[in-house]
């Protein structure tokens, strides 16, 4: 983080303790975004994120010792080196290696709805208000992507190997899982590839990442979910059936739970190109109620299949998710 | 129901513009990229109905607050329904007359009629046209503050004043506003003898009320009078009271009380005096206050001065010679040559009573003289023959036989004071009095009259004596020419003032001198018609039956003459209702938008 450009521009979500503030996941993401390409940032995020987790329980994995590092403040005191710390008078801390098996995929959604912000309505929209978010902010696809690399390195880091499968109408991208070096890369790469179809098919993306784990392994569904509720259903079945662990990160922006502004305005959907024309004041309560039950019915079924389930907003700083899904991983064996 | 201002309902129009968004709603032209506008479209069904109705609702709402607030703006009036009322043109008539003045049950009766007519400016609204008439016919305009204020300083006027002027330039007032409600409000005492007369009002509404109570017994001075006007020094006061007993009085001269008494009533008293005081003087007679006070003082002025000697010359004849020795015998003249009374051929000083020559020989000096003295008249031919004398006091039963036409010259200004036929025969002016006839048996018998000695008697004392003002009663208000021989007035607290060609009595009683150059030559004297002390009252429904109005209203009590005025006339005003529904219905819209998230969530 010392490298960090720019940081005097970055806004901080709250004020906080100087070394939290200091943590790439914990900032404002469209900010952060803003300041390097995927990789980048994504490895800020993760350092962040890595930094961050001293109070996790990690204590019965089997580690192995990987390197020194110098003491942060915050960190455990268990694993500071005393011998050092009396030799040299300089204290560290040893970092260890966690050893796994586990086979993660990670099933990203690059439908045209995914590439769109809340920003847009207040750009275009019929009425601009302090409600709407800042024109700044990140597509879902943008949050997603950044979300999906910075997931990668922080499993591969855990030495499991890491997966990507990106999908629209159809499968766009199968990166099979790996963990070895240049990996992670690749899945960088492999999100710049094209996207954007006009539906999504996220049942044959299931599967296909399915195939792509020979054993029992995480699958992390990141997507908006603007999808039939049955089909994923039918997928998600399955993929409980050969016994991998689901974890479903629904993309939101915020301006899809809220639906701000004012005026009237005829909302057309970029993939199925539905026109509802609407009153926003008018609706605005009913759409939320909407939302709310939808949210509810993807929450109940995945609640019955066994599968985690997290709204990530997409002005939730990354660690958010971050540690949604690694909790996800530490249930894991 | 109609509109003051109908053009503003086509602002009615506006009410296309709700209800084309809400027929139009389905054609907006933003379009807007959303991915969850299924979301969008499955809340819409969930809740179509509730949202059919709420904009339906919504939109005949605003509509209806459109209608409401157009409606407000064309400014309706109803004539039974709304509140406050419509535009009204309203002249309040107050009664402010001496009778006014008096005092019932504690209060004078026109400080009651001045709340009335507060209450009734307090009613009035900026579209209100409003006039203020009081009984002397004055007429003042204005907004409700500055009408309040001339009621404030309203007082009651010392006569009767002229109720039925007062009457008719109120309905002009209201008739020349142009506005389609008039009423002419009165308050008054219903003075039988105040409305012996009244106009017609053929369109105004006219609103009465007349008090019901019963007036007090009244006391009061109907007459004073300085008799002659002109005393040399010795004079009298005549007085009559109005009362239903025996009343004590008091005469003041120059403010000094020279005279108390009794008197029976409707009694003439008659106080003979030689006060010392010298000059134009003003005198009262007074009663002691009763409920109306305004008529127990009376106004009178008079001239003292000495006596003026005389000199009577044989050419005058032997008749005019015997009535200035009774005058003498009288104190009335002394002996001297303050004024002469001469034939025409011995003149030659002023002032002077001329008489024609004895002799008709004389004739031509005698116009000689009197080109000498600047007289402007001339004797002209001789007449002879029985002819009747027409003049006033004094002259009744005269004839002539022997008489000279009087020929007035050219820039004659005489008054002339009896005639013979069409011809002047006894003509006065300034320092001179000239008479047509010599004052002997065989030419008239005036002098053999018995009013000779009483005529020459104020000729000399009168006439002759002293400036040539006289004075002159009036009343409160009257109009009159300005006489000749004045140029200014001299108020009761000294202060003078010049009169225009229309001399206009003042509404407060009192003495007024009349000044020229400066200084007194006469008075005015002020005082209310007695007829004004008669306290009897018409009904509020005689009184109706008198006035030939278009339509009259009786108000049963004062309170109820305060809310009649507008209402009656006027149709009410809707503004304020329409503003207020439009409020409600507004109100409502804004509840119901409100509402809107508790209800649908």
Request: proline residues 11%.
């Given at each position: 983080m010392q490298g960090l450009p720019g940081k005097a521009a970055i806004t901080f979500l709250a004020p906080m303790e100087s070394t939290r503030a200091m943590r790439a996941d914990l900032f404002d993401p469209a900010s952060l975004a803003a300041l390097g390409r995927i990789e980048i940032v994504s490895r800020w995020i993760v350092d962040g994120f890595m930094s961050g987790l001293h109070r996790s329980p990690r204590k019965g994995f089997s580690v192995e010792f990987a390197e020194y590092r110098p003491y942060q403040p915050g960190d455990d005191l268990r694993y500071i080196d005393w011998k050092i710390a009396a030799r040299s008078d300089r204290w560290v801390v040893r970092q260890y290696e966690e050893e796994t098996n586990l086979r993660a995929s990670i099933v990203l959604d690059v439908s045209r709805?995914?590439?769109?912000?809340g920003a847009q309505m207040s750009a275009g929209g019929p009425a601009r208000t302090r409600e709407t978010t800042a024109v700044t902010q990140l597509t879902k696809l943008e949050y997603a992507e950044r979300l999906t690399a910075a997931l990668a390195l922080l499993l591969l880091r855990q030495r499991d190997a890491v997966g990507l499968v990106r999908f629209d109408e159809r499968v766009r991208t199968a990166v099979p899982p790996r963990a070895r070096n240049g990996q992670w890369r690749r899945i960088v790469a492999s999100l710049e590839e094209p996207g954007a179809g006009?539906?999504?098919?996220a049942a044959d993306a299931l599967h296909q990442s399915a195939r792509l784990i020979s054993r029992r392994g995480l699958i992390v569904l990141v997507s908006d979910?603007?999808?039939?509720i049955g089909e994923v259903e039918t997928a998600m079945r399955g993929l409980r059936a050969l016994g991998h662990d689901v974890t479903v990160l629904h993309i939101m922006d915020p301006a899809e739970r809220e639906l701000p502004g004012a005026g009237e305005a005829v909302f057309i959907d970029p993939e199925s190109e539905l026109s509802v024309p609407a009153s926003i004041a008018d609706v605005r309560a009913a759409y939320k109620k909407t939302v709310d039950e939808v949210i509810g019915e993807w929450r109940s079924m995945f609640g019955a299949l066994g599968i985690g389930y997290e709204i990530v907003s997409t002005d939730a700083p990354f660690g958010v998710p971050l540690r949604q899904a690694f909790a996800a991983r530490q249930m894991l064996p | 129901m109609s509109f003051l201002a109908p053009l503003y309902l086509l602002l009615g129009g506006a009410v296309a513009v709700p209800l084309l968004l809400h027929l139009l709603r389905r054609r907006i032209g933003a379009r807007l990229e959303f991915p969850a506008a299924r979301y969008l479209l499955r809340a819409e069904k969930e809740n179509s109905r509730t949202l059919r109705i709420r904009n339906l609702l919504l939109m005949m709402l605003r509509i209806a607050a459109l209608l409401a607030i157009t409606v407000a703006a064309a400014r309706p009036v109803a004539r039974w329904l709304g509140a406050g009322h419509g535009p009204t043109a309203l002249a309040i008539v107050v009664d402010n007359s001496l009778s006014s003045s008096v005092v019932v049950n504690g209060r004078p009766l026109l400080d009651q009629f001045k709340g009335m007519a507060k209450d009734v400016l307090s009613n009035a609204t900026p579209s209100d046209r409003l006039w203020l008439v009081t009984i002397d016919g004055h007429v003042r305009g204005g907004t409700p503050a500055v009408l309040r204020d001339e009621v404030n300083r309203l007082e009651a006027i010392a006569g009767a004043g002229d109720p039925a002027t007062s009457l008719s330039r109120a309905a002009s007032v209201v008739r020349a506003s142009g506005l389609e409600a008039k009423q002419v409000a009165l308050v008054t005492d219903g003075q039988r003898t105040e409305w012996q007369r009244t106009p017609s009002i053929a369109d105004a509404q006219v609103l009465v009320y007349v008090p019901t109570t019963r007036p007090p017994a009244n006391r009061a001075v109907t007459l004073a009078e300085a008799r002659?006007?002109?005393?040399?020094?010795r004079g009298s006061v005549a007085a009559r009271f109005l009362s239903h007993d025996s009343t004590t009085y008091r005469i003041t001269l120059n403010g000094r009380t020279f005279a108390r008494g009794t008197a029976a009533p409707n009694e003439e008293v008659v106080v003979h005096a030689s006060p010392p005081e010298r000059g134009w003087l003003a005198g009262t007679v007074e009663l002691e206050p009763d409920e109306l006070a305004g008529d127990n003082v009376r106004n009178f002025a008079v001239w003292i001065g000495p006596a003026p000697g005389v000199s009577g010359l044989p050419s005058a004849g032997p008749f005019v010679k015997s009535a200035l020795d009774v005058l003498r015998s009288s104190e009335r003249i002394v002996d001297g040559h303050d004024i002469t009374v001469v034939g025409a051929d011995e003149l030659s000083s002023l002032p002077a009573l001329i008489t024609a020559p004895l002799d008709p020989v004389k004739l031509g000096a005698a116009n000689r003289a009197l080109e000498r003295a600047a007289i402007p008249w001339r004797f002209g031919t001789r007449r002879a023959g029985d002819a009747a004398v027409r003049g006033g006091a004094g002259f009744d039963g005269v004839n002539t036989a022997v008489r000279y036409d009087l020929v007035a010259q050219t820039g004659a200004v005489a008054e002339t004071l009896a005639v013979v036929g069409r011809d002047a025969w006894v003509v006065a002016g300034p320092r001179y009095v000239l008479v047509g006839s010599p004052l002997t048996a065989d030419a008239t018998n005036f002098p053999v009259r018995a009013s000779f000695v009483p005529w020459l008697g104020s000729v000399l004392t009168e006439r002759l004596v002293g400036e040539p003002g006289q004075v002159l009663e009036a009343e409160p208000g009257a109009r009159m020419p300005r006489p000749r021989w004045a140029d200014g007035l001299e108020t009761v607290d000294g202060q003078r003032s010049a009169i225009g060609d229309v001399l206009e009595a003042p509404s407060r009683a009192g003495t007024y001198f009349m000044t020229r150059n400066g200084r007194r030559v006469g008075a005015l004297v002020v005082n209310g018609s007695p007829a004004e002390s008669q306290l009897e009252q018409f009904t509020a429904s005689e009184l109706s039956d008198r006035l030939h109005a278009a339509r009259t209203l009786l108000a049963p009590d004062a309170s109820a003459w305060s809310s009649m005025a507008f209402r009656g006339a006027a149709r009410r005003s809707l503004l304020e209702p329409a503003l207020l529904i439009a409020l409600v219905l507004l109100a409502i819209e804004a509840i119901l938008i409100g509402a809107r998230p508790r209800r649908m969530a």
């Open positions: 709805s995914m590439a769109w912000s006009r539906a999504s098919s979910l603007l999808m039939e | 002659p006007t002109r005393w040399t020094p």
